[in-house]
T-cell receptor, first 114, second 111 residues
Framework: NAGVTQTPKFQVLKTGQSMTLQCAQDMNHNSMYWYRQDPGMGLRLIYYSASEGTTDKGEVPNGYNVSRLNKREFSLRLESAAPSQTSVYFC?????????????FGDGTRLSIL | EDQVTQSPEALRLQEGESSSLNCSYTVSGLRGLFWYRQDPGKGPEFLFTLYSAGEEKEKERLKATLTKKESFLHITAPKPEDSATYLCAVQAVGNAGKSTFGDGTTLTVKP
């Protein structure tokens, strides 16, 4: 049972490059989320998708775009990477949004922007 | 705006020395409060959900409690394997399942 799978696990980019972080879940969850975690800080929501076909901005969406490809997959794209986007990125999924259900997380993508 | 404050930032205990972690929150209608454990290099792992004041949940050496303003994670006779960062998060009613996280408490248990 894989749960939430994120690829790649590590990535180094140069300023201005673009890349897409991939996330897939096999728990048949409707809701998916992208967070960033900076040293000594909690998780900050970038974007979320309450259900297939919908996406909404979270707390820190600037510089990012997302695609809910299907019920399983939710990708995060950096169009023009900046050093301030150096962080650990976590994808999560949960049962229907608003039901007070916990989120299930992947093991993250560690991204460095030089 | 929903807010979550965790204290202390870091806690060092001797094996067997019981203690508590605090999570203070403000939310416009609590849908659920969550505790997660995060090991270095890993994603958060779900521990407990609490829905209403007075509720308690237990798992092995951990016990979570909830009041209208805060939650405590009590650790009884901790072992070195309990060392991790513990995250608290809240979901508000009508907020599409979005969670607001605290910054976490990093627990170190020395043998």
């Amino acid at each position: 049972n894989a749960g939430v799978t994120q690829t790649p696990k590590f990535q180094v980019l140069k300023t201005g490059q673009s890349m897409t972080l991939q996330c897939a879940q096999d728990m048949n969850h409707n809701s998916m989320y992208w967070y960033r975690q900076d040293p000594g800080m909690g998780l900050r929501l970038i974007y979320y998708s309450a259900s297939e076909g919908t996406t909404d901005k979270g707390e820190v969406p600037n510089g990012y775009n997302v695609s809910r490809l299907n019920k399983r997959e939710f990708s995060l794209r950096l169009e023009s990477a900046a050093p301030s986007q150096t962080s650990v990125y976590f994808c999560a999924s949960s049962e229907p949004a608003g039901d007070g259900q916990p989120q299930h997380f992947g093991d993250g993508t560690r991204l460095s922007i030089l | 705006e929903d807010q979550v404050t965790q204290s202390p930032e870091a806690l060092r205990l001797q094996e067997g020395e019981s203690s508590s972690l605090n999570c203070s929150y403000t939310v416009s209608g609590l849908r659920g409060l969550f505790w997660y454990r995060q090991d270095p290099g890993k994603g958060p792992e779900f521990l407990f959900t609490l829905y209403s004041a007075g509720e308690e949940k237990e798992k092995e050496r951990l016990k979570a409690t909830l009041t209208k303003k805060e939650s405590f994670l009590h650790i009884t006779a901790p072992k070195p394997e309990d060392s991790a960062t513990y995250l608290c998060a809240v979901q508000a009613v009508g907020n599409a399942g979005k969670s607001t996280f605290g910054d976490g408490t990093t627990l170190t248990v020395k043998p």
